[in-house]
């Protein structure tokens, strides 16, 4: 079993609707939540890191923590065409006297116009 | 002023060859990382290196060897390339290991 599960899609919705991204995880010891935006032929890059249960906002962004269910979202509020990209879970595990990032498989997600 | 570069970003070459892919970056960053992405675009982390001490060794075939002549760079030299390790190949860094990363923008790597 893999330490963070992630649907890889792909994942449709019109224009203006509002996506929900999800990934779970199985080690209670994660620290550190993070969700990385990928546009095609490019490196992913940061868009939330998050460090607690609850909620965390930046503009039409919402990242979401429930340590209890070992459960992190992403909302997407008034999707745009320009949202369209691989979407990527990431968190942090101690290993050794370091962290590590463990990734999730990444949500193709597509707006339709 | 690019943040995390990589040369080169398309490598196109034959079985059985040797290759390198070099990686800096400006940011004054201590850690940096090696990733392979599948056509599956699963991110699959091979090394990382803070201050250029070893820190993270996954399980990579040994014919790839990381090198870093100072912290703001981190080379991937690959002995006898094979068909599966056609990829793309990203550099990342970061301040310190659980901080966030920047990555480069690939090198896309061919393997006939």
């Known amino acids: 079993q893999k330490e963070v599960e992630q649907d890889p899609g792909p994942l449709s919705v019109p224009e203006g609707a509002i996506v929900s991204l999800n990934c779970t995880y199985s080690?209670?010891?994660?620290?550190?939540f993070m969700w990385y935006r990928q546009y095609s032929r490019k490196g992913p890059e940061l868009l939330m890191y998050?460090?607690s249960s609850g909620n965390k906002e930046d503009g039409r962004f919402t990242a979401q923590v429930d340590k209890s269910s070992k459960y992190i979202s992403l909302f997407i509020r008034d999707s745009q065409p320009s949202d369209s990209a691989t979407y990527l879970c990431?968190?942090?595990?101690?290993?050794?006297?370091?962290?590590?990032?463990?990734w999730g498989a990444g949500t193709k997600l597509i707006i339709k116009p | 002023d690019t943040a995390v570069s990589q040369t080169p970003k398309y490598l196109v070459t034959q079985m059985g060859n040797d290759k390198s892919i070099k990686c800096e970056q400006n940011?004054?960053?201590?850690?940096m990382y090696w990733y392979k992405q599948d056509s599956k675009k699963f991110l699959k982390i091979m090394f990382s290196?803070?201050?250029?001490?070893?820190?993270i060794n996954e399980t990579v075939p040994n014919r790839f060897s990381p090198k870093s002549p100072d912290k703001a760079h981190l080379n991937l030299h690959i002995n006898s390339l094979e068909l599966g390790d056609s990829a793309v190949y990203f550099c990342?860094?970061?301040?310190?290991?659980?901080?966030?990363?920047?990555f480069g923008p690939g090198t896309r790597l061919t393997v006939l």
């Open positions: 940011l004054g960053h201590d850690t």
């Open positions: 998050t460090y």
């Open positions: 990431a968190m942090t595990a101690v290993r050794g006297s370091n962290y590590q990032l463990i």
């Open positions: 080690n209670s010891a994660f620290q550190y």
């Open positions: 990342a860094s970061s301040f310190s290991s659980y901080n966030e990363q920047f």
């Open positions: 290196y803070n201050n250029k001490e070893l820190i």
